[in-house]
């Protein structure tokens, strides 16, 4: 590696989706900023994945591992133990995630590592994604509801951040991960950077290809998954601030409340 060169682990876990995993992979391979680790993590496929992910054995700049313990068979949960473990297995100061079924710009860790020098008091970046569905694409803006108590937080494959942040969150969730299994890994590392470390930047540029898949359909604007996931997420950020960020009164957690109150209570009935 060249000593002006800071090297980047792109993390990259996977469940059941060989078909795109190439197509995940080759996106890191094929960077224009080339001292990078690829560390991919399979949790226990029953596809084909494995035999796909042993392709690249012999490639230096990847290594892969496979889930040997016992799987949750909970989304959110899993993602969590998945990116732990190849963060510990990394070596990189900066580090990129990537879920499987998306994929990268061929220059987005160019540009990642040129932002974390323009502003070298940041410590956690987010792209914005480009959105893939039935073959077209579409831009997502840096914006949320004007009513929104929350900022814009990208998914997973468009967060970035550095080691010491990691860290940190690692040393202050391990604790809660076990709760609101609904509030996924990229949004608690975003919540936690925003409102806890303060330490947060959003770069105006889509850079990562991203496919709502999967778990993500659950979870449907405004639906009764999307209200129960909300108001676990106001009560996650109570516990990861160490119950300094008092969630209970704004606009955005009470109405939120009361929807999920009347969504169990027609559910009970």
Known sequence: MKKNKELV????IN???EDYLDRSIKSCLNQTYKEIEILIFDDKST???KKKILRYKNNKKIRFFFNKKIKKKIPAFDAFNAYKVL?????GNIVCLLDSDDFFKKDKVKKIVKTFKEYEDKKFIQNLPRELENDSFNDKKNKNNFLSYWPYLAPESCISFKRELMEKF???SIRLRNLYNDVW???????YSY?????FYSLNENLTIYEA????GKYSLFNSNWFFRRRNSFEFLYLISGKKINHLINFDYITTYIICLILYLFKKN
């Not at 963060?87 to 070596?91: E, M, V």
């Not at 898949?213 to 993500?216: A, L, P």
Request: proline share 0%.
């Open 9 to 12: 682990s792109i993390l990259i």
């Open 15 to 17: 469940y059941n989706n």
């Open 47 to 49: 596809d084909n994945s």
């Open 87 to 91: 963060f510990k297995k990394s070596k």
């Open 170 to 172: 690692l040393k202050n």
């Open 185 to 191: 890994f990229g949004f608690r590392l975003g919540i």
């Open 195 to 199: 409102f806890v470390e303060k330490n």
């Open 213 to 216: 898949m999967g778990e993500s």
